[in-house]
């Protein structure tokens, strides 16, 4: 398992964001990405419940890493496109596993999924994504060392 970098404030993987999920991404095979999470009581919607928000905001960064590849060269794309399935309601409070998978690719484009499984493996909610890498030059003057992105020891 090799693990993707973290930055400091991503709401998903951002290490030092006080509201942030702080998720720690593992990529299994290549193409394939796994984190576990438990939701706290201050994300749900209904009691009990994860915001479906919340459950999107997931999915979508998920199926994104998917296609991350290494942490060397990392491929980082924006989501054009997003289609939910809520299966069952994600509870609060309960182990979650999240996977993603990277599907096709050609040229820019890009396809992934992502779901989220209960303890009992059950799927409660699903995403296809099209994503689209961002554009070279936008990433021309980025400095990840100050957005702290990289691989932190667990």
Known sequence: MNKQPNSRMCFICGLKNPVGLKLKIYEVEPGII?????????????????????????????????????????????????????????????????????????????????????EEDTLLAEANSLLIDLPKESLNNVDYEALGWKVYPD
């Open 34 to 118: 796994e984190t576990t999470y438990l939701a706290p009581e201050h994300f749900q919607s209904y009691p009990g419940i994860l915001h479906g928000g919340i459950v999107t905001t997931i999915l979508d960064e998920i199926s994104g890493r998917s296609q991350m590849g290494n942490a060397a060269e990392p491929r980082f794309m924006f989501t054009a496109k997003l289609e939910i399935k809520y299966r069952k309601n994600v509870p609060i409070g309960k182990p979650l596993r999240i996977v993603g998978k990277a599907g096709k690719s050609k040229g820019r484009m890009a396809q992934a999924w992502a779901g989220i499984y209960n």
